[in-house]
């Protein structure tokens, strides 16, 4: 009997306690139905309880997708200056959050972090923001 292997593409998923936020876009419609109830249309990411984490867990594994845990997002953040053009790094997020002069990206994954980091942004812990006072607010903003 043949063996095929399937590479699964890793979604990386943000753990804030009781949720898991994370963004990705799905070309089969049949998984995106199944995980529907999840999305914020305003905010373009999923936001998983930790009740319904297992299930989506198989959901996409159903599809070749690897849910991937991270419960440090201050290593996912940069922080862009307003001088920066920010509109590759904004679609590449999970969230944003502004202070000062500044705007705070939670990136989506390694790849989009290093990719904002070429594109002028600064990983947080290399900046003048407070990495320890950084609190993400997962209720809709």
């Not at 999305?39 to 991937?68: A, G, S």
């Not at 862009?80 to 590449?92: F, M």
């Not at 407070?130 to 209720?139: C, D, Y």
Request: aromatic share 12%.
């Amino acid at each position: 009997m043949p063996i095929f292997n399937v590479d699964t593409e890793e979604i990386t998923a943000f753990d804030f306690g009781n949720t898991y936020l994370f963004t990705a876009y799905f070309d089969e419609e049949q998984l995106f139905n199944q995980l529907k109830k999840y999305y914020n249309r305003d905010k373009y990411r999923f936001k998983v309880p930790e009740e319904d984490l297992k299930d989506v867990q198989q959901t996409l594994d159903n599809y070749f997708y690897k849910l991937v845990l991270e419960d440090s997002p201050e290593e996912y953040c940069v922080v862009a200056d307003k001088e920066t053009d920010s509109n590759a790094i904004l679609s590449n997020s999970v969230m944003r959050k502004q202070r000062q002069n500044h705007d705070i990206y939670l990136m989506k994954d390694k790849l989009s972090l290093e990719q904002a980091v070429e594109q002028g942004a600064i990983r947080v812990e290399k900046s003048e923001v407070n990495a320890g006072n950084l609190e993400w607010k997962t209720n809709g903003s």
